[in-house]
């Protein structure tokens, strides 16, 4: 099946730094999506992403399919960023739409 | 829009007994529904593909008569852990497939702790 690698597995950063998280994944995509799971477990969607370019307020992101890999972008970076950011993708022709998660990356922004 | 509620949020039972989780799509139907399961910081991993009218679809590993999955409507799926033991307890997350031909996102639910004793 698809592989997906994040990177870094950790981040530590300073209140108001910028920071890039990458995806890097085996095989054609259909679907992208980065989340974000807060201490409480929920993962909140960030983007829908299987190709380009999106932003939305501090948060932007990025897919080059044909290179297989996605990056996501915070800048300022708050203490309420703090928690694990999850990418997952669809490969291409698998059926019912089913995501396989990267192990994460968890970013801890300090005050 | 695209809100998926679970229930319970938190859930404790005894060694042997059963346990009923259930999926929502508050604002939209779905025809299919995820599972996954997810162990202390760990990543998430799929159990089951859940589609309305028909029977689930398991993954690799996952025991169909241990977790036993009902698509009812287009807006409820179910998760039954039967007979669970210790090795059971896990946070365990559902998901909805929102939009049409073509559009993929998943929405997730705010997940199911489950501490079987």
């Known amino acids: 099946g698809i592989q997906v690698e994040q990177s870094p597995p950790d981040l530590i950063l300073q209140e108001g730094a910028n920071s890039t998280l990458r995806c890097n994944f085996s095989?054609?995509?259909?679907?992208l999506q980065w989340f974000h799971q807060n201490p409480w477990g929920q993962l909140i969607n960030l983007f829908y992403i299987p190709s380009g370019t999106k932003q939305n307020g501090r948060l932007s992101a990025t897919t080059v399919a044909t290179e297989r890999y996605s990056l996501l972008y915070i800048s300022s970076s708050q203490t309420t960023d703090s928690g694990v950011y999850f990418c997952a993708v669809r490969a291409g022709g698998t059926s019912y739409g089913k995501l396989t998660f990267g192990q994460g990356t968890i970013l801890t922004v300090h005050p | 829009g695209a809100v998926v509620s679970q229930h319970p949020s938190r859930v404790i039972c005894k060694s042997g007994t059963s346990v009923k989780i259930e999926c929502r799509s508050l604002?939209?139907?779905?025809?299919?529904m995820f599972w996954y399961r997810q162990f202390p910081k760990k990543s998430l991993m799929l159990m089951a593909t859940s589609n309305e009218g028909s029977k689930a679809t398991y993954e690799q590993g996952v025991e169909k008569d241990k977790f036993l999955i009902n698509h009812a409507s287009l807006t409820l799926s179910t998760l039954t852990v039967t007979s669970a033991h210790p090795e059971d307890s896990s946070f365990y997350i559902c998901s909805a497939r929102a939009g049409g031909r073509g559009y993929n996102e998943q929405f997730f639910g705010p997940g199911t702790r489950l501490t079987v004793l």
């Open positions: 604002d939209f139907q779905a025809t299919t």
């Open positions: 095989d054609s995509v259909n679907n």
